[in-house]
């Protein structure tokens, strides 16, 4: 399948060769244009020279989407601004149906400039608090998290799209997340215009590959409907990411495996795996309170997503591996909020098992 890749395994990937690990470490040490003039330098989205996004594998054998980032852009701090377009869901509005999906409460997400109705001052107050934040920041991608991002009158996307990347300074890129079945044709095509001008990343939920479990969290949709908008959006050279649930009620044992497959076989670039944790003013809130659902273990969690991770393809990297939610809004899985203990029993079970499977 053109999808599958299995050039490194059971040999070193090109990392670890002295000659490539120098020329990449020459490489990041150049010279550099001060943080507001990197747009124009990575306009041409080229990686390192004689590196591929194949051959940086990430740290314990995760390949972890910063560094992919990294050889697309030329530049390792690459950061994601979360800006709120005021769309809403079909799922919540009524178009197809109310209430949301089980788990879902969008306090979770949506950006603290939600009140602000002007991009621009999302987009600035945005770059002032990650500067503060990180240390160094060598370009921003605009981030339409919250809701789904392309429900509504087309006319809308394209103003919201049409300025975009050149009136957000330092604006490298557009993640666009939404649902599988807001993505018809001429939606696509404004999305794939936006893809001509800068990078692109398109964010669709799947959550489970199962039918059942999707008609069980009142999803509005089924697999069938996003492995379609995969395929449409892939046939139009836009790059995907997918996002996965890991823990959701009803998903059977082998999950994880299911998902990993599932997800390999697919055009998808990038994935988040979210770990299932009840909210407040959910429709999981008051089964989980009277005890009619179980916690979500970290360890359990831990050693699910090895089980996903082993199973996608080599050129496949991993945006999110943990979410968590607002103090006063989380009743579960409060083991979330810590997420370097998390990452560091994901590295041990990594480290144990590092290998992909045999696809
Ligand atoms: S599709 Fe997304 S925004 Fe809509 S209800 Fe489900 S989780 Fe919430």
Request: glycine share 6%; with cysteine.
């Amino acid at each position: 399948m053109a999808w599958h890749d299995h050039r490194h395994r059971g040999r070193p990937s090109a990392i670890h060769s002295k000659a490539n690990a120098a020329r990449m470490l020459a490489w990041l040490a150049r010279p550099r244009p001060k943080d507001g003039r990197l747009m124009a330098a990575t306009a041409t989205l080229l990686p390192p020279p004689g590196l591929t996004t194949e051959s940086l594998p990430g740290p314990w054998g995760l390949r972890s989407y910063r560094q992919y980032l990294a050889t697309r852009f030329g530049a390792q701090h690459i950061r994601k601004l979360c800006l709120h377009a005021g769309f809403s869901c079909p799922n919540i509005d009524g178009s197809r149906g109310q209430g949301g999906c089980v788990f879902c409460n969008n306090a979770g997400f949506v950006p603290k400039g939600r009140e602000l109705p002007d991009l621009r001052q999302q987009w600035d107050r945005g770059r002032s608090a990650l500067r503060r934040r990180h240390r160094r920041v060598d370009g921003f991608i605009a981030y339409f998290q919250a809701f789904s991002n392309t429900h509504g009158p087309l006319d809308r996307l394209r103003r919201l799209l049409a300025p975009l990347p050149q009136d957000l300074p330092e604006c490298v890129g557009v993640s666009i997340s939404t649902r599988p079945d807001c993505l018809d044709e001429a939606v696509l095509e404004v999305i794939a215009d936006l893809a001509q001008r800068c990078f692109v990343t398109l964010e669709l939920g799947l959550q489970s590959d199962r039918d059942r479990v999707l008609r069980l969290v009142r999803r509005g949709h089924a697999a069938a409907c996003f492995d379609d908008a995969v395929q449409r959006a892939a046939a139009r050279d836009i790059e995907l990411c997918a996002h996965v649930m890991l823990g959701l009620p009803g998903e059977g044992e082998d999950a994880p495996e299911r998902l990993g497959r599932h997800l390999a076989a697919l055009p998808v670039r990038s994935i988040k795996i979210h770990n299932l944790h009840i909210m407040r003013h959910t429709a999981l809130e008051r089964p989980f309170l009277r005890g009619a659902l179980a916690d979500l273990d970290r360890h359990r969690y831990a050693a699910m997503v090895v089980r996903l991770i082993r199973h996608l393809r080599p050129d496949q990297y991993l945006q999110r591996v943990i979410a968590d939610a607002p103090d006063d809004i989380l009743l579960s899985a409060p083991w979330c909020h810590d997420k370097q203990g998390f990452l560091a029993e994901l590295r041990d079970l990594l480290q144990a098992a590092p290998e992909p499977i045999e696809q």
